[in-house]
């Protein structure tokens, strides 16, 4: 099971730390990734890592704003959102492969596990 928290409503510019545990089962050889959907929208990728954290990938959108990570010993993946703008709300989640890496980190059909969501709300 997968289980983020972190989210919340927040001012454009603002700053959030998304953190998804996984219980029940070690997440150190998954592949994860972030992924966020907005009302009326397609689920969308935000962010994608390696089962060491050595590999990273970003949606276009998010670079240079948001940063991906994990800690295996905590069970724990995390996503650093800085700069945040109000196209950025939306309700987030975590997805994990039992893949050490995934062919293609962008397609939701890569991941094997989704957690239940938490909403990130950026106001003007």
């Known amino acids: 099971q997968l289980v983020e928290s972190g989210g919340g409503l927040v001012q454009a510019g603002g700053y959030l730390r998304l953190s998804c545990t996984a219980s029940?089962?070690?997440?150190?050889?998954?592949?994860m990734a972030w992924f966020c959907q907005a009302p009326g929208k397609e689920r969308e990728f935000v962010a994608a890592i390696n089962w060491s954290g050595g590999v990273t990938y970003y949606a276009d959108s998010v670079k240079g704003r948001f940063t991906i990570s994990r800690d295996n010993a905590k069970n724990t993946m995390y996503l650093q959102m800085n700069g945040l703008k109000p196209e950025d709300t939306a309700v987030y989640y975590c997805?994990?492969?039992?893949?050490?890496?995934?062919?293609?980190?962008?397609?939701?059909?890569?991941?094997?596990?989704w957690g239940q969501g938490t909403q990130v709300t950026v106001s003007s």
């Open positions: 029940g089962r070690t997440i150190s050889s998954f592949a």
């Open positions: 997805a994990a492969s039992e893949a050490l890496h995934v062919g293609t980190p962008s397609r939701t059909r890569e991941y094997d596990y």
